[in-house]
């Protein structure tokens, strides 16, 4: 009954990361699509909670972790360029 459940619920995320990427391929705005990305960031994450779960290891946790720094620093470069219009701010000496 648990796996079911389990299934369920990746199929459940599934269905909302797709929903996602319509909201990045259609989004009224640049910050609508940074926070789809983000989203989906997120969702990957539980997807691998989950499947982890599933198959009872917790060989996955490094990816989950991984992904989790790769998401933040993804949203924080993204919001950086938003505002300034550049990531990377170089100071030059004249």
């Known amino acids: 009954m648990f796996d079911i459940l389990l299934l369920?619920?990746?199929c459940?995320?599934?269905v909302s990361i797709l929903a996602c990427i319509y909201r990045i391929?259609?989004?009224t705005s640049m910050p609508d699509r940074v926070i789809a990305l983000d989203t989906i960031g997120i969702?990957?994450?539980a997807a691998i909670a989950i499947f982890s779960v599933l198959l009872h290891t917790r060989a996955f946790f490094e990816v989950i972790l991984l992904i989790g720094i790769?998401?933040?620093v993804g949203t924080i470069a993204f919001a950086?360029?938003?505002e300034r219009g550049v990531v990377i701010e170089r100071k030059r000496d004249q």
């Open 8 to 10: 369920i619920c990746l």
């Open 43 to 45: 969702n990957l994450i």
């Open 12 to 14: 459940l995320i599934a």
């Open 80 to 82: 950086r360029f938003i």
């Open 70 to 72: 790769l998401s933040f």
């Open 25 to 27: 391929i259609k989004g």
